[in-house]
């Protein structure tokens, strides 16, 4: 399984139910929402033979809402975003999103029966930036060490990235971004990523 099927695997198994709970430790939170998913998932068939409309709902119910999203593009574009039309980040996005669905569906169709392990975490009280660092155990497999960055948002815990073996998914986007936009600009990349969005969709 490649990197960045591992990631979407990894938010998969720790997806968020759309708790909002500030009063809740971003680890309890992760805990407490995991069983919810994998068993979708466990039951769900066509889930996990890759059905993408019943990946997109379930990504859309439970995984996009607690996902900041407007975090993660920036991040990934760095100094793009700032120079970025309103337009251009509209259309970024778009595609963006359309990609991390993609890559996501892919991901979840590759589930089966990893279970997770969760590393003692410590925060004080005040902290609004955090991680969650667990371990994916896979049968007959090598354990796949895996850190959440969480921040509290309103009432509310949210992941910006996920690392997993040391690289995280927000530094390998924008490493692959950043190549694209030198060569094209961001107009360059937002078609290059339509196009892949297209192309998957016939």
């Not at 709970?21 to 069983?35: F, G, M, N, Q, R």
């Amino acid at each position: 399984m490649n990197k960045i099927c591992k990631w979407f695997l990894a938010l998969a198994l720790v997806a968020f139910a759309g708790v909002a709970a500030a009063e809740v430790a971003p680890d309890a939170l992760v805990k407490s929402t995991a069983e919810d998913v994998l068993a979708v998932v466990k039951k769900d068939k066509d889930i996990q033979a890759g059905n993408q409309s019943k990946i997109f709902a379930l990504a859309e119910e439970k995984i996009l809402p607690n996902f900041n999203f407007d975090r993660v593009s920036r991040l990934v574009l760095g100094k793009a975003w700032s120079k970025a039309s309103p337009e251009q980040k509209e259309a970024f996005q778009q595609e963006f999103r359309s990609l991390l669905l993609r890559t996501y569906a892919t991901a979840l169709s590759k589930y089966r029966n990893q279970t997770i392990e969760y590393k003692p975490f410590r925060a004080q009280s005040d902290e609004t930036d955090v991680k969650v660092k667990t371990q994916i155990l896979q049968p007959g497999g090598q354990p796949v060490a895996v850190d959440y960055s969480l921040e509290k948002s309103g009432d509310s815990w949210k992941v910006y990235d996920i690392t997993i073996e040391g690289v995280s998914l927000v530094t390998n986007y924008r490493g692959q971004f950043n190549n694209e936009i030198r060569q094209g600009g961001l107009d360059g990349l937002i078609q290059k990523l339509a196009a892949k969005n297209r192309d998957a969709n016939k």
